[in-house]
């Protein structure tokens, strides 16, 4: 499949793990991939690897936010996707959760989400074929799973997300006098994936195979599950679908069973 021949998607937290997955994918079905991270290293030699371009980035600064994307409309002079991937999820009990620490979950998660947004949209709705954005929340967002801060900015995706769907559709640019095709919104929301996030941490790499236990799949996810998903969305196979929220997790949240990851314990 070649879905993106000729396009330009940007993922945000492209360098590793799920954004890394998202990047080929994208990469592989033809689009020009932006890597837009904060490991610039990293994003370099992704880059390379599929014919893209790095930038160096920070979602928790607007001014780099704004860069990032202006480099990207100078080199290209389009824009089809942007992919929100990145997320920081501090394990910390609630607690002890001061205001530095929700903000260090909450800005880049959600807030920077928005900033990216808010710097691709002219050129996602200048697109004459439509834009998408493709948003990475988690089953967190949907379901007391622990971690409160990371789990209400995941939640804040998804409003966000629905929010935009509808703002942005045709239909409301139509009701406010502009035109064009509009831009889709979608959600991911991954259960366990096997990233770095949970295999650099000796505690955490070892809970994997017990967190296994609780999915109806019998299995945690890997990063090319949530890379197709996002794919299809992003595609025009979802040219019917905005506002969705589309969880990708082994079946975690149709039976939830209880388990919690319970920090404490770490
Ligand atoms: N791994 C999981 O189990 C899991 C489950 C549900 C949701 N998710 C979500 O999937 C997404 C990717 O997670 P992952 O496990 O692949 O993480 P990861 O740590 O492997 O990769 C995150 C990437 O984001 C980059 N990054 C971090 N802060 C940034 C910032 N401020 N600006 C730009 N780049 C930044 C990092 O350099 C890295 O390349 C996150 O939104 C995460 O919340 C992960």
Redesign the pocket.
Known sequence: MRRFEDEVAVV?????????AIVRRLAEEGAVVAV????GA?AESVAAQVGGLAIT????DRSSVDAAFATVLHRYGRLDVLVN?????VLTPFEQTDDEVWQRSVD??LT?AVRCIQAALPHLLANPAGGSVVS?????GLMAFGDPA?SAA?AGLQSLTQNMAGRYGPQALRARGQGGPGVRFNLV??????????TSDENKASALDRVARHYPMGR??E?ED?AAAVAFLASSDAAWITGAVLPVDGGITAVHSGFVLDVDRW
């Not at 929301?189 to 996030?197: D, L, Q």
């Open positions: 945000t937290g492209g360098a590793h793990g799920i954004g890394l837009a991270d904060l490991d990293v980035c920070d979602v928790g991937n990145v997320g920081v999820c880049p998660t920077g990475i929340g988690s089953v967190n990371y995941k929301a991954p259960g366990t994936v096997r990233t770095r996030s949970w945690v996810g990063p949530i």
